[in-house]
């Protein structure tokens, strides 16, 4: 990995983190739990620009530092967010390379539906029951809202070409 590729991966991974912290303090919109996944903008068109690879650090060291800066690591919010990230992400890598039918937008919604279905299922790990389902409709209605959100900025970044000209400028 050259050094270029590598200052890149700092930016995006700095910039995913700090987007978390701040979007950490941004109560819910209206409904518990419910966040506008902005970080997830970042994952995105590091996986559409860079890769797999690229995008799965990035994703996982922003949960960790993210956790360990707002002192919740190894709580329950440190788990729903990881299981939402690693499901979110392993549905996001499996559309993009499988079936290439998706947008970046419809592989933002998909992955924002996985990333609620992961936190609900560590919900109901943790409470001991299978109530909390009755919460998966309204919260993956608002993930479908926000997935096509994150899905239309980050198409928009991608449209810049602002990555791609750096991997061209710097042969990465």
């Not at 912290?21 to 419910?34: A, Q």
């Not at 994952?43 to 949960?63: D, P, Q």
């Not at 993210?66 to 499901?87: E, K």
């Not at 979110?88 to 947008?103: A, N, Q």
């Amino acid at each position: 990995m050259n050094v270029h590729k590598l200052v890149l991966l700092g930016v995006l991974t700095a910039s995913a983190i700090v987007i978390g912290i701040l979007e950490s303090f941004i109560p819910s919109i209206g409904i518990p739990g419910v966040k506008l996944g902005l970080t997830n903008i970042v994952i995105l068109v590091t996986l559409f620009e860079l890769g797999v690879f690229e995008a799965s650090i990035i994703s996982m060291l922003r949960v960790v530092i993210v956790a360990v800066t707002r002192g919740t690591l190894f709580s329950m919010g440190f788990l729903m967010s990881l299981s939402g990230a690693i499901l979110s992400l392993g549905i996001m890598i499996i559309l993009f390379y499988t079936i290439k039918k998706f947008s970046i937008i419809g592989i933002s919604v998909i992955g924002a539906l996985f990333h609620v279905i992961g936190q609900i299922l560590v919900a109901m790990l943790y409470l001991g029951t299978t109530y909390i389902l009755y919460y998966l409709p309204i919260i993956a209605i608002s993930a479908i809202i926000t997935g096509v959100i994150v899905g239309l900025i980050s198409q928009a970044i991608i449209r810049t070409g602002v990555i791609k000209k750096q991997r061209q400028k710097y042969d990465f």
